[in-house]
């Protein structure tokens, strides 16, 4: 059965303070990993999707990394509207490539 | 863009009724279709997979004669909860894909309550 566990759950940095996210994940054959933001009360916002081992992606203050076991989105000085949730996703082979198994995500919280 | 609209955003209903909610892909034609719910601090749980002109996949434990899925066409997704009751009242969320090999676009949700 396909898992996703993030972690941590919630993560709480200064302005300008850089850290990062994990995602480990267990899947028969992994076809795509993905990372979403979410807002509150809002649908998830897409961010990157990786595809295989070593292969790395960024968006502004984002990075995203793969391994065969984990993912970690890197955030780089980060801003108070950096604040949501961020989650990750699986998807393994032979389903369609939106057909996603979550975790439950990380709350990260930037203060001035 | 990939733009994915649900409608409505918020509904309330009555315990027992029944309630329809909207998944439009406004600027592509969608294959495919997904819709998840989402309980308060928990993750996106997949539901079921539409297909356009065919019978929607549920997942294991989902119930099919609770939640309707109709898919009519390359942009309109429709999920119908059926004598809706308290424990129904979650966030429901929808994507829409071009394609099997293509990623999806989630809506903006639909907060469900049931009094």
């Known amino acids: 059965e396909d898992q996703v566990t993030q972690s941590p759950e919630a993560l709480r940095l200064q302005e300008g303070e850089s850290s990062s996210l994990n995602c480990s994940y267990t899947?028969?054959?992994?076809?795509?990993l993905f990372w979403y933001r979410q807002d509150p009360g809002k649908g998830p916002e897409f961010l990157f999707t990786?595809?295989?081992a070593g292969e790395e992606k960024e968006k502004e203050r984002l990075k995203a990394t793969l391994t065969k076991k984990e993912s970690f989105l890197h955030i780089t000085a980060p801003k108070p509207e950096d604040s949501a949730t961020y989650l990750c996703a699986v998807t393994g082979r032979g389903s369609t490539l939106g057909r996603l198994y979550f975790g439950r995500g990380t709350q990260l919280t930037v203060w001035p | 863009g990939a733009v994915v609209s649900q409608h409505p955003s918020r509904v309330i209903c009555k315990s027992g009724t029944s309630v329809k909610i909207e998944c439009r892909s406004l600027?592509?034609?969608?294959?495919?279709m997904f819709w998840y719910r989402q309980f308060p601090k928990q993750s996106l749980m997949l539901m079921a997979t539409?297909?356009?002109?065919?019978?929607?996949?549920?997942e294991q434990g989902v119930e099919k004669d609770k939640f309707l899925i109709n898919h009519a066409s390359l942009t309109l997704s429709t999920l119908t909860v059926t004598s809706a009751h308290p424990e129904d009242s979650s966030f429901y969320i929808c994507s829409a894909a071009r394609g099997p090999n293509t990623e999806a676009f989630f809506g903006q949700g639909t907060r469900l309550t049931v009094v």
């Open positions: 600027d592509f034609q969608a294959t495919t």
């Open positions: 539409s297909n356009e002109g065919s019978k929607a996949t549920y």
């Open positions: 990786l595809y295989s």
């Open positions: 899947v028969s054959g992994l076809r795509g």
